[in-house]
C-alpha cells in the first residue's frame, strides 16, 4: 500500500479537503437522478450509495484522525448505515495507507529530540499495521521485541474541528436538535481526545491488567515508560492472529468457545466490578495466540460507569424489571429515556419501542448458557437495528433521548455480541464472571 507524505493538519486545508469531497457526492446526485431514470430507483440508489462510500472513505483516510476514527465506529454499527457505507468503513479497521518513512523519522525528532535507530537496537521504519489516529512499528532493544505506536501528525490538534464538520451530518442522520445534541457531542470529543494522550493510555493499559490479572487465558504487554512520550507509546510486541481472521480460519468449536467465553468474561468483569471498561470492541484490538490466549491491545478508549447510571441500566437485563411496570418506568426516568413532562402518549411509545429491543437484547441474560455463534439471533438483532432505523414516527419523535452513557456503553454491548457471533462461540456461561469476583 502505498504510504503519505504529508497529512492535511490546519483547519482550513481538512476543511477544503471534505468541501472537496462534498462536491464529488454532489457529482454522484446528479448522476442518480439520471439513472433513475434508466436503470430503476433500486439499482441506481446501490449505485449511488458504493459511489459515496467511496468518496467519503477516501478522503478521510487522507485526513486521518476523528474523522477516520468515527467511520470505524459507524461500521460496527450494523444496520445504522446501507452496507456501501458499512463494507468502505469498515477497511478503516484493517487498511490504511501509513506514513511514509521520512515522516515517522520526523515525528520521532519532534518528540525524542532523535531518530528511532538512535533510541532502539533496531527499527523498522515500515509500518506494521496502520489505522486511524496512529500506526505501529516493530523495534528492538534490551533483547525486548518491541511495538511502537506513532500518532499521525496534527491528529489531536484537529478532533474538535474535524468533529464540527461532521457535526451538521450527524445532526440530519439521528434528527437531533442542535441545542440537544452537546452532551453526546462533548461525550464523542473526550474519548477521541483520550485516545490521543499516549501516556495517559499507558497508564489506563497498566491499571487494566493489574485488575484482571486475576482472569484466565488473558494476557496484556507491558508498556515502557521511558520509551512512550504524549504521541509515541512503547510495549511489548504480542504474537498472535487478530481475533477476525482466528474467526475465518477455525474449525474448532471448543477453540471458539475458550476465546468466547475469556473475552465474554474480560467484560464481564469489568462491568460488574471494575465499573470501567475497554470500550473499543473491534477485533483490530484483539489477538489469539499460539495457546488460545485473548491478548488485549489498546487501552485508549476506556469508558467510566457511574452507578447512577449502571444501577438502572443493568437492571434493564433482568426480566422481572421489564415485566414490572413501575420498576420499569424508574429505570427509564434515571436513565432520561422517559422524561416527567413526556405525554402519557408519548411515554407509552418510547416504551413500547424499548421493550420490543430488550426482549431480543437482552436474550443472553435469560439463559445459564448461550449459543452466540445462532446467527438467527444475529439476524434479529440487524432488523431490529434496521427497523428502528426507519421508523418514520421514531424519526419524527423528539430524539434527544438517554444518558450520554449510553454512546459507548450500547457500542460495546453489541460490539462484543458481534464478536462473539464471529468467533462462533455457541456454549458461554452468562455467568461465569462471578468466580472472580
Given at each position: 500500500?502505498?504510504?503519505?507524505?504529508k497529512?492535511?493538519?490546519?483547519?482550513i486545508?481538512?476543511?477544503s479537503?471534505?468541501?472537496?469531497?462534498?462536491?464529488k457526492?454532489?457529482?454522484n446526485?446528479?448522476?442518480?437522478?439520471?439513472?433513475?431514470?434508466t436503470k430503476?430507483?433500486?439499482?441506481?440508489k446501490?449505485?449511488?450509495d458504493d459511489?459515496?462510500a467511496k468518496?467519503i472513505?477516501?478522503?478521510?483516510k487522507e485526513?486521518?484522525?476523528s474523522?477516520?476514527?468515527?467511520?470505524?465506529?459507524?461500521?460496527?454499527e450494523k444496520?445504522?448505515?446501507?452496507?456501501?457505507?458499512?463494507d468502505?468503513?469498515?477497511?478503516?479497521?484493517?487498511?490504511v495507507?501509513?506514513?511514509?518513512?521520512?515522516?515517522v523519522?520526523k515525528?520521532f525528532?519532534?518528540?525524542?529530540?532523535?531518530?528511532?535507530?538512535?533510541?532502539?537496537?533496531?527499527f523498522?521504519p515500515?509500518?506494521?499495521f496502520?489505522?486511524?489516529i496512529?500506526?505501529v512499528?516493530?523495534?528492538?532493544?534490551?533483547?525486548k521485541?518491541?511495538?511502537?505506536k506513532?500518532?499521525?501528525?496534527g491528529?489531536a490538534?484537529?478532533?474538535?474541528?474535524?468533529?464540527?464538520m461532521?457535526?451538521?451530518?450527524a445532526l440530519?442522520m439521528?434528527?437531533i436538535k442542535?441545542n440537544?445534541f452537546?452532551?453526546y457531542?462533548?461525550?464523542?470529543?473526550?474519548?477521541?481526545i483520550?485516545e490521543?494522550?499516549?501516556?495517559?493510555?499507558?497508564?489506563?493499559a497498566q491499571?487494566?491488567?493489574?485488575?484482571?490479572n486475576?482472569?484466565?487465558?488473558?494476557?496484556f504487554p507491558?508498556y515502557?515508560?521511558?520509551?512512550?512520550?504524549?504521541?509515541?507509546?512503547?510495549?511489548?510486541?504480542?504474537?498472535?492472529?487478530?481475533?477476525?481472521?482466528?474467526a475465518?480460519?477455525?474449525r474448532d468449536?471448543?477453540?471458539?468457545?475458550?476465546?468466547g467465553?475469556?473475552?465474554?468474561d474480560?467484560?464481564?468483569?469489568?462491568?460488574?466490578?471494575?465499573?470501567?471498561?475497554?470500550a473499543?470492541p473491534?477485533p483490530?484490538n484483539?489477538l489469539v495466540?499460539?495457546k488460545?490466549?485473548?491478548?488485549v491491545?489498546?487501552f485508549?478508549?476506556?469508558?467510566?460507569?457511574p452507578?447512577s447510571?449502571?444501577?438502572p441500566?443493568?437492571?434493564?437485563?433482568?426480566?422481572?424489571?421489564?415485566d414490572?411496570?413501575?420498576?420499569?418506568?424508574e429505570a427509564?426516568?434515571?436513565l432520561?429515556?422517559?422524561?416527567?413532562?413526556?405525554?402519557?402518549?408519548?411515554?407509552?411509545?418510547?416504551k413500547?419501542?424499548?421493550?420490543?429491543a430488550?426482549?431480543?437484547?437482552?436474550?443472553?441474560f435469560?439463559?445459564?448458557?448461550?449459543?452466540?455463534?445462532?446467527?438467527?439471533?444475529?439476524?434479529?438483532?440487524?432488523?431490529?437495528?434496521?427497523?428502528h432505523?426507519?421508523n418514520r414516527d421514531l424519526l419524527?419523535a423528539?430524539?434527544?433521548?438517554?444518558?450520554?452513557h449510553?454512546i459507548?456503553m450500547n457500542?460495546?454491548?453489541?460490539?462484543?455480541?458481534h464478536?462473539?457471533n464471529?468467533?462462533?462461540?455457541?456454549h458461554?456461561?452468562?455467568n461465569?464472571?462471578?468466580?472472580?469476583?
Amino acid at each position: 500500500m502505498k504510504s503519505i507524505d504529508k497529512i492535511p493538519v490546519s483547519k482550513i486545508k481538512r476543511a477544503s479537503k471534505i468541501l472537496k469531497t462534498g462536491a464529488k457526492v454532489g457529482a454522484n446526485y446528479l448522476k442518480y437522478y439520471g439513472e433513475k431514470i434508466t436503470k430503476g430507483e433500486e439499482i441506481a440508489k446501490e449505485n449511488l450509495d458504493d459511489s459515496n462510500a467511496k468518496e467519503i472513505y477516501n478522503s478521510l483516510k487522507e485526513l486521518k484522525g476523528s474523522a477516520l476514527k468515527v467511520a470505524q465506529m459507524i461500521s460496527m454499527e450494523k444496520g445504522l448505515l446501507p452496507q456501501a457505507y458499512v463494507d468502505q468503513f469498515s477497511l478503516s479497521q484493517f487498511s490504511v495507507p501509513p506514513l511514509s518513512p521520512p515522516l515517522v523519522i520526523k515525528t520521532f525528532r519532534k518528540y525524542f529530540g532523535k531518530n528511532p535507530n538512535e533510541i532502539f537496537d533496531e527499527f523498522n521504519p515500515q509500518s506494521v499495521f496502520a489505522a486511524s489516529i496512529g500506526q505501529v512499528h516493530e523495534a528492538e532493544a534490551e533483547g525486548k521485541k518491541l511495538a511502537v505506536k506513532i500518532q499521525y501528525p496534527g491528529v489531536a490538534d484537529s478532533i474538535s474541528s474535524d468533529l464540527n464538520m461532521v457535526k451538521p451530518i450527524a445532526l440530519r442522520m439521528f434528527n437531533i436538535k442542535a441545542n440537544d445534541f452537546e452532551k453526546y457531542f462533548k461525550e464523542v470529543e473526550s474519548k477521541l481526545i483520550e485516545e490521543t494522550q499516549y501516556l495517559k493510555e499507558l497508564e489506563q493499559a497498566q491499571e487494566f491488567a493489574n485488575a484482571c490479572n486475576s482472569l484466565d487465558n488473558v494476557i496484556f504487554p507491558q508498556y515502557y515508560q521511558k520509551w512512550s512520550s504524549d504521541r509515541i507509546l512503547t510495549m511489548d510486541w504480542m504474537e498472535g492472529i487478530h481475533l477476525s481472521e482466528f474467526a475465518q480460519k477455525n474449525r474448532d468449536t471448543n477453540k471458539a468457545n475458550k476465546i468466547g467465553q475469556t473475552l465474554w468474561d474480560f467484560y464481564m468483569f469489568q462491568i460488574h466490578h471494575l465499573h470501567k471498561m475497554h470500550a473499543d470492541p473491534h477485533p483490530g484490538n484483539f489477538l489469539v495466540n499460539e495457546k488460545d490466549e485473548l491478548v488485549v491491545l489498546d487501552f485508549g478508549c476506556t469508558k467510566e460507569i457511574p452507578n447512577s447510571f449502571y444501577e438502572p441500566y443493568i437492571s434493564l437485563t433482568d426480566r422481572n424489571t421489564i415485566d414490572n411496570e413501575a420498576l420499569f418506568d424508574e429505570a427509564l426516568l434515571k436513565l432520561s429515556i422517559i422524561k416527567t413532562t413526556d405525554s402519557d402518549k408519548d411515554k407509552q411509545f418510547f416504551k413500547s419501542i424499548l421493550k420490543e429491543a430488550l426482549d431480543l437484547a437482552i436474550r443472553p441474560f435469560d439463559n445459564e448458557v448461550f449459543d452466540f455463534s445462532d446467527n438467527n439471533f444475529y439476524q434479529k438483532m440487524l432488523e431490529m437495528g434496521e427497523k428502528h432505523a426507519k421508523n418514520r414516527d421514531l424519526l419524527r419523535a423528539d430524539a434527544n433521548r438517554g444518558s450520554k452513557h449510553f454512546i459507548y456503553m450500547n457500542r460495546t454491548f453489541f460490539g462484543l455480541y458481534h464478536l462473539m457471533n464471529d468467533i462462533g462461540a455457541n456454549h458461554i456461561i452468562i455467568n461465569n464472571y462471578k468466580k472472580y469476583l
